[in-house]
């Protein structure tokens, strides 16, 4: 698994994965920590690692792209 983007919190790559899982894309989530403690005990911001298969991860970047074109042209 390759991570594809960072998320703030786990809700948002929640959101992102369920996305990602109707499209048939196989993902998982992995939290950032230091030896086993979240980094937000340590004063850093929560990451969230949204991954994608090795083989996926150039079809997942087509999607987003055009998710986020999408996105301009509404904006």
């Excluded at 996305?19 to 929560?46: C, H, M, R, W």
């Amino acid at each position: 698994m390759v991570w594809i983007r960072i998320f703030r919190t786990r809700i948002e790559a929640e959101r992102a994965q369920e996305v990602l899982k109707k499209l048939g894309v196989e993902t998982s989530i992995s939290e950032d920590n230091f030896e086993g403690v979240p980094i937000q005990k340590y004063g850093v911001p929560a990451r969230f690692r949204l991954n994608v298969r090795k083989e996926d991860f150039e079809r997942v970047t087509k999607i987003l792209k055009g998710e986020v074109d999408k996105r301009k042209t509404r904006d």
